[in-house]
């Protein structure tokens, strides 16, 4: 269901990975052309490594939707046993009573995934900002 749903995400990060793609110098590839190097050479070893930072970027926002989603998973899964946690948080609210401390419990619960996405993702925040190939 994670990979249906982050494979409707695939325009979005495809907008920002031509972005990511777009802000590498053209001084880089043009000095690797120089060098000898071959097309897949200078992407996989020129652009995307300066493109790591994008990637871990449209990872995190793409787990972080995909994770939160309510509306498709409420139309697709009918065993209760397999519903996600949005889902599951919602049958919390009754119709004259809502157990708010379980409730809150499990949005906190619910945040635990993301925010260890974010700290592994975090290091090559700080390395995109980092690096860079050309002095001016």
Not at 3 to 19: D, E, K, N, P, T
Request: charged residues 10%.
């Amino acid at each position: 269901l994670l990979i249906l749903m982050a494979w409707q995400q695939i325009g979005y990060m495809m907008i920002i990975y031509i972005a990511g793609l777009q802000s590498v110098p053209d001084d880089l590839l043009e000095a690797a052309r120089i060098d000898g190097a071959g097309l897949f050479h200078i992407y996989f070893r020129v652009a995307l490594p300066l493109c790591i930072p994008t990637l871990a970027t449209l990872a995190v926002t793409t787990f972080m939707e995909s994770w939160n989603d309510y509306l498709w998973p409420l139309l697709m899964l009918t065993d209760r046993a397999k519903m996600t946690l949005p889902i599951a948080l919602s049958t919390l609210n009754g119709q004259y009573n809502t157990e708010y401390n379980v409730l809150m419990a499990g949005s906190l619960i619910s945040m635990i995934p993301i925010i260890i996405i974010y700290l592994f993702a975090q290091k090559h925040f700080k390395n995109g900002l980092m690096a860079g190939g050309i002095k001016g």
